[in-house]
């Protein structure tokens, strides 16, 4: 097995075992067709031959159908109720994933050897054209081919001493070192056989067949070997993808857990601190608190990774909700609160507002004013540009505020750069900074009116006073 995947022999074996059952369910008939071919060409034999070209064919023709069966879990589950055939479908379930000999495989692979000497090699039938003939050595040669192919990439060959459990597959014990000594000369024993029965002339018929394609049929077998590097290669890439798949999911978490604990925690363990605690408000944080532990929960479980859809101004409440109520009225929505946003947004923006909007008031500020808008990107129109605009009067933003790796700034920066974004700063002309995000998205989300609409405590529309009495906290409108 490769270094480049050896730390994670479970997401290689379970990759192989997967990409197996669909490849086998393709091929499986694949197979079919080709033994169709070989039947066409036994139809076509003189009436003495035929009963010879159907006995060569009958082990095949089985082994197929087995195969056929044993790549179908709907027919498996039929064999299964099957009186007598117990012992055959525990078989077939108990070969899956495993390196090791199975009945359809016997027979596919003796049976092909059979009908290949029916059509070539020392004796073969007689009474075919040099077309029909062809035809049938071919068929033979790519069902063999086929056979190879399950053979040589078998998930059984990556299973781990450890045993691996992914869902509902399990794996086995390592294929033995006979069998890797086996897969090893595999391709080198089939293109030998291929060659022996389809490019050696023994007998005029075979002669008759061009020399160019039984020297091919030979070479494709030989082309086995470079399909299981790329096989493998592409083992090696989904090795690679997982890894970075995880690490994007860590550092998720970490900046969910971050933005979680700077925010929402810590005005929990501040309210429990003051001198005389307000139980309503305590109460209130820790049921917003437990809300947004239950949203992480709930986005973390969901199979695609969506959020819930909302607009801009749903979230601009949830952001403003947990923020003391002291500090509520520095917090403006100024423009983009009908802005629909989709799951991937909605995550960008919260991440971006909790903590934006949290670090400006904790460095004093006392005007925190929020502008989103939505435009069409000039290099390509499929994807949409959300700029973000935070701006504040506290003492501004330092040089180095994205330098340090473990910062909440860091870390939103390096999730905006996936989406083709980024966050950048500037002061502000009298005091203060003001902060933009960046990302693109796919085209899709809209603005419902033309002005956007107050949905959160703290928030006005364009042109109309603030509420001077702003909701408690926990109270929705």
């Not at 403006?332 to 949290?358: F, K």
């Not at 904790?362 to 499929?382: F, I, K, P, T």
């Amino acid at each position: 097995m490769g270094s480049d995947w050896s730390g994670r022999p479970d997401i290689v074996w379970v990759t192989a075992l997967r990409a197996l059952d669909e490849q086998h369910r393709t091929t499986s008939l694949v197979r079919l067709g080709l033994l169709a071919v070989m039947w066409g060409a036994v139809a076509t034999l003189p009436a003495h031959e035929i009963p010879r070209g159907a006995g060569q064919l009958a082990m095949v023709t089985v082994g197929c159908a087995l195969s056929c069966v044993h790549a179908r879990p709907a027919l498996m589950d039929a064999v299964e109720r099957l009186q007598g055939a117990g012992q055959l479908a525990d078989h077939l379930v108990g070969t899956r994933g495993r390196a090791t000999f199975d009945v359809p495989g016997l027979l596919e692979a003796f049976g092909v050897v059979a009908a290949g000497l029916l059509f070539a090699g020392p004796w073969p039938v007689t009474g075919l054209s040099v077309a029909v003939r062809s035809a049938a050595i071919l068929a033979a040669v790519a069902f063999a081919w086929l056979v190879g192919l399950n053979s040589l990439i078998d998930a059984g060959w990556y299973a781990p001493y450890a045993p691996v459990v992914i869902g509902s597959d399990r794996s086995d014990q390592p294929a033995p070192r006979v069998l890797l000594l086996f897969r090893r000369l595999g391709v080198l024993l089939l293109a030998s056989l291929v060659a022996l029965i389809v490019a050696v002339p023994w007998s005029p018929e075979v002669s008759e067949v061009p020399v160019a394609l039984r020297v091919a049929a030979v070479g494709s077998v030989l082309a086995l070997e470079i399909v299981r590097i790329c096989f493998e290669q592409l083992l090696a890439a989904t090795v690679a993808t997982v890894r970075d798949a995880e690490d994007i999911v860590r550092k998720g978490a970490a900046q969910d857990l971050h933005s979680l604990t700077k925010n929402a925690v810590r005005l929990v363990a501040q309210a429990v601190e003051e001198a005389e605690p307000n139980p309503a408000e305590l109460r209130a944080r820790v049921r917003d608190l437990l809300v947004v532990v239950e949203e992480n929960r709930l986005e973390m479980l969901t199979g695609d990774g969506a959020a819930r859809v909302q607009d801009v101004a749903a979230l601009w409440q949830a952001v403003v909700r947990v923020l003391p109520e002291a500090r509520r009225h520095r917090c403006r929505l100024v423009e983009g609160g009908s802005i629909v946003l989709s799951s991937t947004d909605y995550q960008l923006a919260r991440r971006a507002l909790a903590d934006l909007v949290m670090n400006a008031l904790n460095a004093g500020a006392s005007r925190v004013e929020v502008r989103l808008a939505v435009g069409a990107m000039a290099a390509d129109d499929r994807f949409a540009r959300f700029e973000l605009d935070v701006t504040d009067d506290g003492p501004g933003m330092p040089p180095d505020a994205l330098d340090d790796p473990a910062g909440s700034l860091r870390l939103l920066d390096w999730e905006l750069h996936r989406y083709g974004g980024a966050i950048s700063f500037e002061p502000a002309p009298d005091r203060g900074a003001t902060v933009h995000v960046r990302w693109r998205s796919p085209r899709g989300n809209r603005d419902g009116t033309d002005e956007p609409r107050c949905a959160a405590d703290g928030c006005q529309r364009p042109g109309r006073a603030a509420d001077p009495t702003p909701d408690r906290v926990g109270e929705g409108r």
